[in-house]
């Protein structure tokens, strides 16, 4: 798979260090419209060819996938030229600016043919996939509610408040757990800065039977946090991302419900049992995120973060975007 890199701002670095190292994969372009990072790509890999014309890229009949790692106001236009081309195609979250872009490539997608897969990066931790494991082997139960804080100090963003910014990282997650969407989502946020972009954001997604998930984004914290918590009837687990060595701690902890037919009534007692730290692999998630890309590219698979994951992701941000301008309102998806 000879592979392009577009863009080498904060993320493409990375991208293009992962496929280089990635079997079966071989980065034959690199883009970029400033001059210093240019130069920088050609000083970290000079076997690269680097252009300011991603035109360069899309004529190479060599090339057959693209990543796209520049900014979101652009990914749709790429994207779009890539795929009309024949082009297999990564793109960093999320994958447009809004749903109607989202859907045409998806639709252009399966019309050329061709992979289109989102760089929902956390999805490949190997934290989150043995969250996968452990939800899908129904140990926690009826899920009841997830939890989810991603905070820190910075970075600021220029062309997205911080709900596209972070949460695309939280609604993967737990799209790729649950397998489905919600029915409605509510958000608040408020902005604290001169550029009119939210910076504190609270998301609430109902998914139906008594599920509901909270999502909290923030780029104002002076201490950086990134939890997620999903309770069950049975057992709970606890994600922390930043604990190098217990990401995941499963709780026997919670209550249990009878009823007592002589005084018609429910009875509620607790239990404080066990708490399991299964091992996590210290694989690199984003290594294990080329390797799927090169492999669908290869066997014609689907993406486990294909363009109707990204789509689904985009729809449930624009929900929240529009709660936040209506001071919370619910929204029907």
């Keep these: 798979m000879n592979i392009a890199v577009i863009g080498y701002g904060y993320w493409g670095p990375n991208l293009l260090r992962n496929f280089a190292e990635t079997p079966g994969a071989n980065v034959v372009w690199c883009v970029d419209k400033r001059p210093e990072r240019r130069e920088l790509a050609r000083k970290r890999q000079p076997g690269v060819a680097v252009s300011d014309r991603v035109e360069e890229v899309f004529e190479d009949r060599r090339v057959d996938a693209v990543a796209i790692a520049t900014p979101v106001s652009t990914h749709f236009t790429l994207a779009k030229m890539a795929l009309e081309r024949g082009k297999h ?170 009823s007592d037919e002589t005084r018609r009534q429910l009875l509620i007692s607790y239990r404080s049992g066990d708490v399991w730290s299964p091992h996590i692999s210290m694989e690199e998630p984003l290594g294990r995120m080329a390797r799927h890309f090169a492999a669908c590219v290869k066997d014609g698979q689907t993406p486990v973060t294909d363009g109707q994951a990204g789509l689904r992701v985009v729809k449930i941000l624009n929900a929240a975007q529009q709660s936040i301008k209506a001071q919370g309102d619910r929204v029907v998806l």
Aim: glycine letters at 6%.
């Design 89 to 258: 195609v990564l793109v960093e979250k999320p994958m447009t600016r809004t749903v109607a872009e989202a859907e045409e490539l998806a639709e252009l997608a399966r019309k050329r043919g061709c992979v289109l897969m989102v760089d929902h990066v956390f999805v490949f931790s190997p934290a989150v996939v043995k969250m996968k494991e452990i939800v899908d082997s129904s140990r926690l139960g009826k899920l009841f509610f997830i939890d989810s804080v991603r905070i820190n100090l910075g970075l600021f963003q220029h062309d997205v408040n911080v709900v596209w910014d972070l949460a695309p990282h939280d609604l993967s997650i737990v799209d790729y757990l649950l397998g489905r969407a919600p029915r409605s989502v509510s958000a608040f946020g408020s902005v604290h800065a001169a550029n009119d972009l939210e910076d504190v954001a609270y998301l609430t997604l109902d998914f139906g039977d008594g599920l509901i998930a909270s999502i909290h984004v923030n780029w104002l914290s002076p201490v950086k946090i990134r939890h997620m918590m999903i309770c069950g009837s049975e057992q709970s687990l606890l994600y922390n991302d930043l604990d190098a060595s217990e990401r995941i701690k499963v709780y026997n902890r919670g209550i249990n419900v009878t």
